[in-house]
């Protein structure tokens, strides 16, 4: 369990968060959009696009540590007059390297779409409706953008603030860079994962998930989720403040993929999404059981009294030490560094090729596969050879059986990807962290159908990559 934090911010302090190592949420819903008029200066407005230009401009000038840039997430609604230009923002594939954007969208839209009806476009400085746009048309295009570029991805933001934990603080505007931590203004995300790929107890010939370990774990990460936010140093005084005020933690998983293998249980299965549902209700249900137990003994978060768990909204009062405690995070280095899979994903290869010093070349398989070719006498280098070129099992002499349990990204139907993120919400608090893959082959038709079906199973949002449409990887993971 490795803890990572970041922030949201409308402020024009990003470069002291990426200095200390943090990546920044930005909501440019609110700027005037371009050639409105500026009353203070007799001149025009020139957008919001032009100032995430601006700020990812300052993320290539200031290094995290002198190595890596920084982390961005970019979020316009889609009732912005100038929602056309920033879904158009990043299709050269050159511009805007340091960001991830999103579209923030809510049901209305979504069933606008679905009817083929117009919908407003509001000047946020007035507050008037300065034209229509047919939400078909917008979403298609956001279809072809992402199909064409991996941006932008959809947040729906009506469903994020349905679940806002401080809605008396105001209403969520943006999210953490990989988009699975909503945040109020100056908040930060605390995160730490689980990695249930340890989470395994072997009787015989059962294998089954250990249940008592992992509470145990998930009282511990609580714990020490809760200190970090009173021993981290903030990189301003804002985010101290409002990082005490909401005390918000987010507890998570990594391995999961592995979970499965261990199991014998493929990932595009019914019995995946189902496993998935248990894990996560377990986890949200002991998280939410250690930070009341907190609260008993060190005091509910500052905010309690107006939060949602006052009994605010009808349902029963009860004192919690921590907002909003479980999301699901990329994970993408700490998996790395405990050898497990990443967040929620599924294997991404079965074998690579690692160079390492003096042009040395080091063939490496899946732990998990190789004990399973080698109990089933099916083993050998070249197998590991051909599956180091490859990554998958496809078209290989191996059991069906062994081929079904250990699918990798790119051999599991992007709806599968959608259905596994839509099961790991339904017990999440805030959000979850999927990259839903496409091969190269698929259609923008493809990617409409899957920013649907995220809609359509109450997912808070959705990133798709399609396979060789990106030169490189865009904004590092800081997960």
């Not at 390297?97 to 999103?102: A, D, H």
């Not at 069933?111 to 300065?130: A, C, F, H, M, Q």
């Not at 998930?209 to 021993?231: P, S």
């Amino acid at each position: 369990m490795i803890p990572w934090t970041g922030s949201s911010t409308r402020s024009s302090r990003p470069p002291l968060i990426h200095k200390s190592g943090g990546g920044t949420g930005f909501a440019f819903s609110r700027l005037r959009p371009e050639g409105d008029v500026v009353g203070s200066t007799g001149g025009v407005a020139s957008g919001p696009v032009s100032f995430i230009r601006a700020f990812d401009t300052a993320t290539d000038v200031v290094k995290q540590g002198g190595t890596r840039r920084g982390a961005n997430m970019g979020i316009l609604d889609v009732t912005h007059p100038d929602v056309m230009k920033f879904i158009r923002s990043k299709e050269s594939g050159q511009a805007l390297v340091n960001f991830n954007i999103s579209v923030g969208v809510n049901v209305d839209f979504m069933e606008k779409v679905k009817r083929g009806d117009s919908y407003d476009l509001v000047n946020p400085r007035t507050g008037k409706i300065t034209g229509q746009l047919n939400a078909r048309e917008v979403f298609d295009l956001l279809a072809e953008m992402a199909w064409k570029t991996g941006d932008p991805g959809l947040v729906f933001l009506d469903i994020i603030n349905r679940d806002n934990p401080n809605p008396q603080l105001g209403r969520i505007e943006s999210t953490n860079p990989c988009g699975e931590q909503p945040l109020l203004p100056y908040e930060s995300c605390n995160l730490a994962s689980v990695n249930l790929a340890r989470m395994v107890q072997y009787e015989g010939g059962d294998v089954s998930i250990d249940w008592d370990r992992l509470a145990e774990t998930i009282e511990v990460a609580v714990h020490m989720l809760d200190n970090v936010i009173d021993m981290n140093e903030y990189p301003i005084p804002e985010i101290a403040e409002m990082s005490r005020k909401t005390r918000r933690i987010g507890l998570g998983v990594m391995g999961f993929a592995d979970l499965l293998v261990q199991l014998a249980i493929p990932y595009d299965s019914p019995e995946a999404l189902d496993t998935s549902e248990q894990v996560m209700g377990f986890i949200k249900d002991e998280t939410h059981r250690a930070s009341m137990q907190l609260a008993l003994d060190r005091g509910p978060f500052p905010a309690w009294e107006g939060s949602i768990y006052n009994g605010r909204n009808g349902d029963e009062s009860r004192l919690m030490r921590n907002s909003a405690p479980t999301t699901i995070a990329p994970t993408g280095t700490i998996s790395i560094i405990a050898g497990a899979s990443s967040g929620i994903e599924p294997l991404f290869a079965l074998g690579y090729v690692r160079n390492v010093m003096d042009n040395t070349r080091l063939v490496e398989s899946n732990p998990y596969f190789e004990a399973v070719a080698r109990h089933e006498g099916f083993y050998s280098e070249e197998l590991i050879e051909e599956i180091a070129r490859t990554g998958t099992l496809e078209g290989l002499e191996v059991p069906d059986w062994v081929k079904d349990v250990f699918r990798t990204s790119h051999d599991i139907s992007p709806e599968w990807h959608v259905r596994m993120q839509g099961a790991a919400q339904a017990h999440t608090d805030n959000a979850v962290s999927k990259t839903i893959n496409f091969p190269h082959t698929a259609t923008v038709e493809d990617v409409a159908q899957a920013y649907m079906l995220a809609y359509e199973l109450g997912c808070k949002g959705i990133t798709v990559y399609r396979d060789g449409s990106k030169d490189g990887q865009g904004p590092d993971s800081l997960e």
